[in-house]
């Protein structure tokens, strides 16, 4: 099974519980391809950091990667990148 995920708007709530949208392509992009342990990881970082107009279609497999690499992330954006995968 896979899923469609666009990391140019991911959905975050700020202090007042106001959702706004987040471009994390540059920034979770390239902590992905920089900390990547393998190939597997450093090619999907290099996917999300160029990801386009379109949502990236991620395997069950590279959406784990991603919750996995977003436990490294401030709470309230790991929470938006993690709900964008669910």
Request: proline fraction near 1%; charge should be negative; aromatic fraction near 6%.
């Amino acid at each position: 099974m896979s899923k469609k995920v666009d990391f140019r708007n991911i959905v975050i709530r700020d202090i007042n519980g106001q959702e706004t949208k987040a471009d994390v392509t540059a920034l979770f992009g390239n902590m992905l391809y920089m900390q990547g342990q393998n190939i597997e990881e450093c090619e999907l970082g290099q996917a999300i950091y160029h990801q386009g107009k379109d949502a990236l279609e991620l395997s069950d497999k590279q959406a784990d990667i991603v919750k996995a690499y977003a436990e490294r992330l401030p709470y309230v954006m790991r929470m938006g990148i993690k709900e964008a995968v669910q």
